[in-house]
């Protein structure tokens, strides 16, 4: 090697970036904005017309440590950014924890096992279809991130896994009815959420439930199944009254989901059928959601897609106005 | 080369940062503060003193990423900082989008194609001297930031480029008078900014329009020229009443503005002189902005200045007393 | 080198993170988080029961440039982040300045120096017991994090090291009584906080004083000392009251408190007692606080660790019942 090659390599590696930075630290987001085109059938003003809006989009930083002996310490805080409208960031899953042969021991704010266990049946995640749309859209619920979170997740044996988040109440007053009196909120566990997958080959399943006193009692089922090119999926969801809980249903509201997603090259087409009972506990508050869809990924990181949302509402003196969107958005993650 | 010169080489290399980053991703800000000294004639409470203040301090990731055949996708996520008080993040300009040889669409929030006009005219842009200063500085107008952007930026050709974008209104109810009935602010282009800007050599000059139901109709035209260490520069803006804008002016706002930046080694002498026409709208309500200031550049990324503004109000029945503000700050980009 | 080698070399170097970011730039955090079971003697609701709560959780980026001649540009832009909660961030210090041979000038946010002479005095620092605990809870005045700063840090001669924050008051009307008329809180040095230390071997002491319109007259002595695994701290506080400050005591405060770190191997047994007097300059509310903890240190980075702190408040009239709080974290800098 003589001085110049010498001169080359030392300049090639102090050209590489002078960051210092823990490592194993990621720093990594998601740019995801859409124009959306909405038509309400009585032409309600404020709810249709064009909008820019950021879906979900995100910043975080996120790493791992190795300790030795199979030990590793894990963080996570992940933030949410209204790039449409450029408010301050809020929160998201955020964490510290230990990883070992054992499991994952995490403390923080995070997705319940109730929300994650839906897995990819939401094909339409993160954009105007998102299952868990706004209250009128007939959307799931138990999509809950919960704050003050102790969660334990298993291995993996089998394919199978187990995770379960227990929620403090923290003497929260702010539920109807009250933590108080014979019912202080003040335990370890006075929301439980836990879930069970099961993962083999092209299938997957789940099967999840909150009960305690701070949280509704949701129940999920998930499934989705892949062949080749195809991928569809199951949802079922019900959410139920406990008395103590902060929503005081007064009858059950059912959920049911079928998504299917089928690739074409590195683009796809999606579908996506949501029907709601007894939306909110409300009786005879139903609904449907249908959204159709298309993927261009630009690559593995950049996807641009359009997709049409039809939602009809059959509602006994509530809306009862069927609404449509026509989407189109950029998602870059980096 | 023997293993030792290896040894060194890989070593080099892997002293590199283990950071994990999506390719092409940049961290960078801006973290300018400073010590401010302020005399009204009048010695009017809370407003003289001294002040130590964030001047527009910021913190952003922004990247972008090779698609083939000519096409990128870009993003940026940028804050703003508030370094003197603490508070959390504010959103600056944040899209996600994409470029290719036909231009550039950009989603999210951004400023308007008439602030961005402005070019390097306003030699003291983010100090106490902003051109757009506050409503009784005698400020120009039409330096906004707008959510819900859909902007297009065409390629430069022969020096020339277009920037549009359009500003859904978004049902906005906030407005005077309201978008409602009639005007209900639910189009792609309630509002439009459109600026088109020419460069050659020494010589840049742009003008820019925004109208539309919800923004004022701001127009500005700006134009700087080099000559050698020197660089001399010219604004003019208007805004003017529209019904159904946000502000709802009964009278026309002018201003015309001259600006100088003379370089002398690494440091620079700078001048600047704003004239604001009723202001607000309000008939006879005038003033100037003087401002004098020398810039020690430290290094390229940072700089120590002293500057001295003052501003002359000329008001009927409105606040009418000279204010002086000396500033020294020290600004430094990463 | 042949052409392989040099291949490999050059790959190696390409292979580090394309992450532009500024040379000296650095990113930042600690992810700390703990689950605690708090015990009220009179079972007060809301108060007692398990909570999961993050402690002084924060993200931040900081880093340096080299401008010759022994001069550097410093900043640092550091946030708090709620694990627990998902807030938005709320900022903490963050500055900009020069730092050469004559020492060190920062303007923006940052603790007092009086808050900062506490050096590694607080053993419980960042957790459930950090000295600076909650006004019901006998904590210890003067940990202050103040707006607008304009800090001198000398540069240290012999082991000591003096350090003057300049707080301007910036007009500030929210304190009692009100900085107006006679007393605007104008001025330059309307809080200013002071502080000398001395550092030789084993031994650290300091003293700092807070003084002005806009803060209480605080008063901190502590000193440190290592004798092998063993470091052993004290600690003595006075906040007096003072006409215009922001607390208007009609008494005087006195903390004073004793501290003790054992290493064995990688971990530590920790003690520390803070005994308050008046707290609040509320004569004969007084209080103190024993804790004592144990750290295991799984690596540089990473701490888990249980501590055990009992209050006990001797309060004529105010809250006056024993309290027991068992914390459990883990603890990651990264």
Redesign the interface.
């Known amino acids: 090697?003589?001085k110049r090659?010498?001169a080359i390599?030392?300049a090639?590696?102090?050209?590489?970036?002078?960051?210092?930075?823990?490592?194993?630290?990621?720093?990594?987001?998601i740019?995801?904005?859409?124009?959306d085109?909405i038509s309400v059938d009585d032409g309600s003003?404020?709810?249709?017309?064009?909008?820019?809006?950021?879906r979900n989009?995100r910043?975080g930083?996120k790493?791992s440590?190795d300790?030795?002996g199979g030990?590793k310490?894990v963080?996570k805080?992940e933030?949410g950014?209204?790039?449409?409208?450029?408010?301050?960031?809020?929160?998201?899953n955020?964490?510290?924890?230990?990883s070992g042969g054992m499991g994952t021991v995490l403390?923080?704010?995070h997705d319940t096992p109730t929300k994650m266990v839906q897995g990819k049946f939401d094909v339409f995640n993160d954009t105007i279809a998102d299952m868990a749309t706004t209250a009128t859209h007939a959307g799931v619920s138990g999509d809950i991130?919960a704050?003050?979170?102790?969660a334990y997740l298993s291995p993996k044996m089998g394919g199978m896994q187990m995770i379960v988040a227990l929620l403090?109440?923290?003497?929260n007053?702010t539920l109807t009815p009250a933590c108080?009196?014979t019912s202080?909120?003040?335990?370890?566990s006075d929301g439980v959420s836990v879930s069970f997958t099961y993962e083999a080959g092209p299938l997957y399943v789940g099967a999840a439930l909150d009960s305690g006193d701070i949280v509704a009692d949701n129940m999920r089922l998930a499934a989705t199944y892949n062949m080749d090119a195809l991928q569809v999926g199951f949802l079922y969801n019900t959410k139920s009254d406990d008395a103590g809980d902060d929503t005081d249903f007064t009858d059950d509201e059912k959920a049911m989901g079928l998504s299917a997603k089928f690739a074409m090259g590195d683009n796809a087409v999606k579908a996506q059928y949501i029907s709601v009972t007894d939306f909110g506990g409300t009786a005879n508050a139903d609904g449907t959601n249908m959204t159709f869809g298309y993927d261009m990924n630009?690559?593995a990181?950049?996807t641009?897609y359009a997709l049409l949302n039809m939602y009809s509402p059959d509602v006994a003196g509530g809306p009862s106005e069927d609404e449509t969107a026509l989407s189109v958005?950029?998602?870059?993650?980096?």
Chains 1, 2, 3 share one sequence.
Not at 12 to 29: C, D, K, Q
Not at 168 to 171: A, V
Not at 184 to 188: E, K, L
């Open positions: 090697m003589n090659l010498l390599t030392i090639a590696s102090l050209a590489a970036p002078l960051t210092v930075m823990a490592e194993g630290a990621e720093i990594y987001g740019a995801h904005v859409t124009v085109k003003a404020n709810a249709e017309g064009w909008f820019v809006t950021s989009s910043l930083v790493g440590e300790l030795g030990l310490a963080y805080m933030f950014v209204a790039m449409d409208s450029g408010g301050g960031l809020t929160g998201r955020q964490y510290v924890g230990l403390l923080g704010r991130r704050d003050n979170v102790i403090p109440g923290e003497g007053t108080t009196g202080p909120c003040d335990g370890i630009m690559s990181r950049t641009v958005g950029v998602s870059h993650s980096f």
